[in-house]
């Protein structure tokens, strides 16, 4: 079992930063990928981010060059920075570990960016 905890989220304003921590417990050595997701209110949740256990990432058009995915094994966590936030990435992040055929999700933190 993998419990997945995000937290960071929280109110900035439109070209503002934030960066999302997702905390990994458990049978963490299992994860082979790491996934940000968000939903919007009224959306249907989408892919944002992901890190593979060699390093690799691969970002939605949407946060192309203004977010980053990075893990720190150590400390079991995954994190997003988040720059020149605009009121359309107002959503709950949630944070998605795949371990083989099991996929876990986080509880989601809320990011609201205001215009």
């Known amino acids: 079992q993998v419990q997945l905890v995000e937290s960071g989220g929280g109110l900035v304003q439109a070209g503002g930063s934030l960066r999302l921590s997702c905390a990994a417990s458990?049978?963490?050595?299992?994860?082979?990928?790491m996934s940000w997701y968000r939903q919007a209110l009224g959306k249907q949740r989408e892919f944002v981010a992901v890190?593979?256990?060699?390093?690799?990432?691969v970002y939605a058009d949407a946060v192309k060059g203004r977010f980053t995915i990075a893990s720190d094994n150590a400390k079991n966590t995954v994190l997003l920075q988040m720059n020149s936030l605009t009121p359309e990435d107002t959503a709950v992040y949630y944070c998605?570990?795949?371990?083989?055929?099991?996929?876990?999700w986080g509880q989601g933190t809320q990011v609201t960016v205001s215009s």
């Open positions: 998605k570990g795949v371990s083989g055929y099991r996929t876990y």
């Open positions: 458990g049978s963490t050595s299992s994860i082979n990928r």
């Open positions: 890190i593979t256990d060699g390093g690799n990432t």
